[in-house]
Nanobody
Framework: QVQLVESGGGLVQAGDSLTLSCAAS????????MGWFRQAPGNEREFVAS????????GYADSVKGRFTISRDNAKNTVYLQMNSLRPEDTAVYYC????????????????????WGQGTQVTVSS
């Protein structure tokens, strides 16, 4: 199991940018596929973005494609979510998630793909 801690959330205005970070500790982070999910009040947790363990493959929800960028630095055991052109509908608690992927350099987009989760960081976008 890997321990995940998110940071970088906050209150911003529509159109602003924000970068979230997820620091991992525990097991071999470099063999972990990583994802970002979010949950707005009253809504189910939804997929935002994912990155393969090498960083060579990424996937995005349609709602954030072209605005958000996921990346990772395996030397720093950290995955990032760069969020540009933020909208009020991006307001949510953002969660980092991880899963072991020792034999596959794939991305994973389902909540059930990920056994390891952080506590979340709040992102609020005002109009």
């Amino acid at each position: 199991q890997v321990q995940l801690v998110e940071s970088g959330g906050g209150l911003v205005q529509a159109g602003d940018s924000l970068t979230l970070s997820c620091a991992a500790s525990g097991r071999t982070f470099s063999r972990y596929a990583m994802g970002w999910f979010r949950q707005a009040p009253g809504n189910e947790r939804e997929f935002v973005a994912s990155v393969s363990w090498t960083g060579s493959k990424t996937g995005y929800a349609d709602s954030v494609k072209g605005r958000f960028t996921i990346s990772r630095d395996n030397a720093k055991n950290t995955v990032y979510l760069q969020m540009n052109s933020l909208r009020p509908e991006d307001t949510a608690v953002y969660y980092c998630a991880g899963r072991q992927a020792p034999t596959s350099d794939d991305v994973y987009i389902k909540l059930t793909n990920y056994p390891d989760w952080g506590q979340g960081t709040q992102v609020t976008v005002s109009s």
